[in-house]
C-alpha cells in the first residue's frame, strides 16, 4: 500500500514524506470530501500548519481539489488519476443537508459555458444540496 502511496505522490511530482503519506491514506480512505478541520481531528498530534501546507502542496500539484459547499468551511477530496484540473474536468459535488456530507458526482462534468470575450474562467463551483442516500430513509 505504501508503495502505491508514493507512486501516486511521484506521479504529481510530490514528494513522499511520511505526513504526505499518512494524510494521502487517509483521504484515500474516505468516501466523501473533508474538511481541514476534520483532517486535523484525525491527526491529533499532527503540527495543524503542516497539515494546511500538506494540503495546499496537494491541491497545487492537482492531487486533491477544494470545494465551497456554503459550510464556511472548504472541504477537500481527491482528484481523479486522469485529472489535470482543466475546465473538462469539473464535476458536480453533492452537499447533503442533513449530515453535512460532500461528495464528488465526477461522473457528471460541467457543460462547456460560453464566456465573454476576453473572459477566463479559473473555477466554477456547482453543488447541488439536498439528502444523501443515508440520510434519505
Do not use: W
Not at 482543466?86 to 442533513?98: G, I
Request: hydrophobic letters at 35%; proline letters at 2%; one cysteine or more.
Amino acid at each position: 500500500m505504501n508503495q502505491e502511496i508514493e507512486n501516486r505522490l511521484n506521479r504529481r511530482q510530490i514528494k513522499p514524506t511520511s505526513m504526505r503519506i499518512l494524510v494521502l491514506q487517509y483521504l484515500m480512505g474516505q468516501t466523501n470530501a473533508v474538511s481541514l478541520h476534520t483532517i486535523e481531528n484525525a491527526f491529533e498530534i499532527a503540527d495543524k500548519s503542516t497539515l494546511y501546507r500538506t494540503l495546499k502542496t496537494f491541491e497545487k500539484n492537482k492531487l486533491v481539489h477544494t470545494i465551497d459547499d456554503g459550510t464556511r468551511q472548504l472541504k477537500y477530496a481527491l482528484c481523479l488519476e486522469s485529472c489535470q484540473c482543466e475546465t473538462n474536468d469539473l464535476h458536480y459535488h453533492f452537499h447533503c443537508m442533513k449530515c453535512e456530507n460532500t461528495f464528488c458526482l465526477t461522473n457528471q462534468n460541467i457543460p462547456k459555458i460560453e464566456l465573454p470575450k476576453n473572459f477566463k474562467m479559473q473555477q466554477a463551483n456547482m453543488v447541488i444540496k439536498g439528502l444523501c442516500e443515508n440520510c434519505n430513509v
